[in-house]
């Protein structure tokens, strides 16, 4: 009894768990891969038509005009957050009178959502009358809406994106900063080095590892951005911020066609598994 | 030393700068959450007027259809039944995951960690189509559901359950002691610093997620906080109703704001890479 009883405790343990992710994890991931092989719409499957989601995807102007937005949007971002958190983390690393505001300015917009970021941007960025573009007049430039201009717009939903995110990126970087031992950097400044030299020769080389996920993770992150885009701009000015999650929504929630935004789902999760194995594949190994 | 007076300066400079430039969106939308509609068409960065209004009709009328203290009521809700049913289903199985052995858990485990990288845009399609199929589509428990097998609780707990050294419970066990036991006597009370982690990280990613409630709640009656924002947020055409979305905005944000300035530690030690990642 006392043996029946200790074979079924992990069961019981971790059986409740295990169960609500076969149903609100692994069933709906399985199911959109099988949704993706259908013409289907609002009332569900009309016929079974193989790949042609995915081949008509791969003829379509709008989805090829959503990736390379998206990409653009993660040339910028993933550069941005790796630098800037890199930056700051090391100038976080050590003590400063007034540190833990500092600190406190940078974590603050963690607990901030999408939906609130997304409108204090829109705010300060508001045409004639929001801060930026109040500096913006400061310096002679006239009113304009920046999130009215294509191209512009991407940048600012990447600042935005930017702002919520640093703080979770620094967080990773400074418990990477705390096993580096203080003697190199004692060692280095005996031979005279600079701060850069500091941060190129020995932070930076053996921050590698979280280095990586920083950038694995900023990667996803560009290639998930939804909320900024559907409260800044809807996927404006004239598609110029039309995202793949974006094009999915409106495929799936708009147009109901939803064998299809189940396709560019699965497209978007083959292109960030891709990214993320290239990564570790190249550059773990050197490590 | 002198050399490093003077970059410890340029540091604090540089920081400070940063900090402030942090800190603007959010300070420009709490001064203006204060002023007077009329206030808006000046802008700049301070306003010259003040009022409570924007705040007392944000709580007690409904605007564009969606009422803020509804959403705060229906995010509340949410919140403590996601961070109840969360606990309640990770220490067990993380506990499981760490400590026990039975068929399938290294299998399983690899599963949930792989799920991880699943872009959560990929369920939604078929999540919507599941939940309306068992009528949960705009029900609280539509929000709540989907988000009890999220990943991070497991992964910090199952972290922290590994290290704890193996004499412990084969004292207890000696003594007589059953694996429930064991678990609930020694291993729970043991675990406190890292439930008290998982339970602040859990809170705010129950009242900051958006694409889900966006998805499965279109009626105001069920819609959670992010949601009423975003409907609100809609409507910033109309300049005048600038300041009542900024009321909104922050008096929905200031539970987590004060969350935050309480349990800093917690929500930065979840967010270390030793006790996990997202």
């Not at chain 1, 995807?57 to 653009?72: A, K, P, V, Y």
């Amino acid at each position: 009894m006392v043996r029946l009883r200790s074979t079924l405790f992990p069961y019981l343990m971790a059986g409740p768990y295990i169960a609500l992710f076969a149903v609100f994890v692994a069933y709906p991931v399985g199911r959109a891969l099988y949704m993706s092989l259908f013409d289907w719409g609002i009332f569900g499957p009309n016929a079974f038509v193989g790949l042609d989601n995915y081949t008509s995807l791969w003829n379509d102007r709008r989805f090829w005009s959503s990736f390379w937005i998206t990409s653009g949007f993660a040339l910028m971002y993933v550069p941005m957050i790796t630098v800037i958190s890199l930056v700051l983390a090391v100038m976080l690393h050590r003590k400063l009178p007034g540190i833990g505001i500092f600190r406190t300015a940078f974590f603050l917009p963690i607990v901030i959502n999408v939906a609130v970021a997304a409108i204090a941007f829109n705010w300060l960025f508001e045409p004639n009358i929001g801060t930026i573009d109040k500096v913006l007049a400061a310096f002679g430039l006239p009113g304009q809406n920046l999130l009215q201009i294509p191209g512009w717009s991407l940048f600012v939903i990447s600042l935005v994106t930017l702002w919520i995110n640093v703080g979770f990126m620094v967080i990773i970087l400074l418990a990477g900063l705390e096993n580096i031992p203080d003697e190199l950097y004692e060692a280095a400044r005996l031979d005279g080095s600079t701060a850069l030299q500091d941060l190129l020769l020995i932070t930076v080389p053996l921050l590698r590892p979280i280095l990586l996920i920083v950038v694995v993770l900023s990667i996803v992150q560009a290639f998930q951005i939804f909320g900024e885009v559907l409260i800044m701009t809807q996927g404006g000015p004239f598609g110029s911020t039309t995202v793949l999650t974006m094009l999915l929504y409106e495929e799936g929630f708009e147009r109901f066609a939803l064998g299809r935004a189940a396709a560019i789902g699965v497209v978007i999760t083959i292109i960030i598994a891709t990214l993320s194995f290239i990564q570790f594949r190249f550059f773990r190994r050197e490590v | 030393m002198q050399q490093r007076k003077g970059a410890n300066a340029t540091r604090w400079i540089v920081l400070a700068i940063l900090a402030a430039l942090w800190f603007l969106p959010l300070v420009s939308l709490v001064l203006f959450s204060f002023a007077p509609p009329s206030e808006v068409l000046k802008g700049g960065f301070v306003p010259t007027q003040w009022t409570l209004d924007n705040y007392v009709k944000v709580l007690t009328e409904t605007q564009r259809g969606v009422s803020v203290p509804t959403g705060i009521w229906n995010s509340t809700v949410i919140m403590v039944l996601q961070v109840a049913g969360i606990l309640l289903l990770d220490v067990p199985a993380a506990y499981a995951f760490a400590r026990t052995k039975f068929i399938g858990r290294n299998v399983l485990f690899a599963l949930v960690l792989v799920s991880m990288m699943m872009p959560g845009i990929l369920e939604v399609i078929s999540l919507y189509d599941l939940m309306a199929n068992i009528g949960l589509v705009n029900t609280l428990w539509g929000v709540i559901l989907p988000g009890l097998p999220r990943v991070i609780g497991i992964f910090i707990l199952r972290q922290f359950f590994m290290q704890v050294p193996r004499e412990l419970d084969e004292a207890a066990r000696i003594d007589g002691a059953t694996d429930f036991q064991v678990f609930l006597k020694i291993m729970v009370p043991l675990a406190l610093p890292s439930i008290i982690t998982v339970t602040v990280i859990t809170a705010l990613y129950s009242w900051n997620n958006f694409l889900w409630p966006l998805i499965v709640t279109n009626t105001p009656e069920a819609m959670p906080v992010p949601v009423v924002i975003a409907y609100l947020s809609a409507d910033t055409s109309a300049v005048l109703n600038y300041t009542l979305i900024l009321a909104a905005a922050f008096v929905t944000s200031l539970p987590m704001i004060l969350l935050f300035l309480v349990g800093q530690r917690w929500i930065v030690s979840g967010m270390r890479p030793t006790s996990g990642i997202k």
